[in-house]
């Protein structure tokens, strides 16, 4: 499968801690993308790190991206309810898009 | 488990003709399957949500006639693209989500259509 993997598979956490999720991936890239998805409903683009980028922030949201290692991290801080959702990254390498198989991360108020 | 796949991964055609897409759950039922187009060096923007016996929800700025879905099973849904253009040209990925799964949804690999 080109599909990365994310760890952990699900995650469930106290509203105001924070979350972390872990992507790994195959292939050379042009860039790392994370999105979230909520049940039932379509993707939503949360951030994009270039491969020639570390670390990027938006907001309560922190990426970091090791192309030595092939992989990516998401940091949500000070977690909320409304956070609940899948969070997937995907890597574009050539013109190809290549999604991590997701994390499921619950927040509980 | 939970494959979906994508059919063509490649497709060339002609201005003025349509083109269809198809997804299909290979290992599971999908009531919901999702189709996202691809602009380049851009990320992935949801073209519609396709119901399993029911009509397709697009969002805001696809045209419905231009883009025709059909999910007319549980594990199958199609894109036409109708009367293609050259800014037609795109990468389209359709997505599933798999009931049971604690993560839910999988995704095809694309398609890159490319009309001349």
């Known amino acids: 499968s080109q599909q990365g993997e994310e760890d952990p598979q699900a995650l469930s956490i106290q509203e105001g801690e924070n979350a972390t999720m872990n992507c790994s991936y195959k292939?050379?890239?042009?860039?790392l993308q994370w999105y979230r998805q909520n049940s039932g409903r379509g993707l939503v683009h949360l951030i994009l790190?270039?491969?020639?980028?570390r670390e990027k922030h938006s907001g309560r949201l922190r990426v970091t991206l090791d192309t030595s290692k092939k992989s990516s991290s998401l940091l949500i801080t000070a977690s909320r309810a409304a956070d609940t959702a899948s969070y997937f990254c995907?890597?574009?390498?050539?013109?190809?898009?290549?999604f991590g198989t997701g994390t499921s991360l619950t927040v509980i108020p | 488990g939970a494959v979906v796949s994508q059919h063509p991964s490649r497709v060339i055609c002609k201005s003025g003709t349509s083109v269809k897409i198809e997804c299909r759950s290979l290992d599971f039922q999908a009531t919901t399957m999702f189709w996202y187009r691809q602009f380049p060096k851009k990320s992935l923007m949801l073209m519609a949500t396709?119901?399993?016996?029911?009509?397709?929800?697009?969002e805001q700025g696809v045209e419905k006639d231009k883009f025709l879905i059909n999910h007319a099973s549980l594990t199958l849904s199609t894109l036409t693209v109708t009367s293609a253009h050259p800014e037609d040209s795109s990468f389209y990925i359709c997505?599933?989500?798999?009931?049971?799964?604690?993560?839910?949804?999988?995704f095809g690999s694309g398609t890159r259509l490319t009309v001349v």
């Open positions: 790190i270039r491969s020639n980028e």
């Open positions: 292939t050379s890239i042009n860039n």
């Open positions: 396709s119901n399993e016996g029911s009509k397709a929800t697009y």
């Open positions: 997505s599933a989500n798999s009931p049971g799964k604690i993560w839910g949804y999988t």
């Open positions: 995907a890597t574009l390498a050539g013109n190809q898009f290549y």
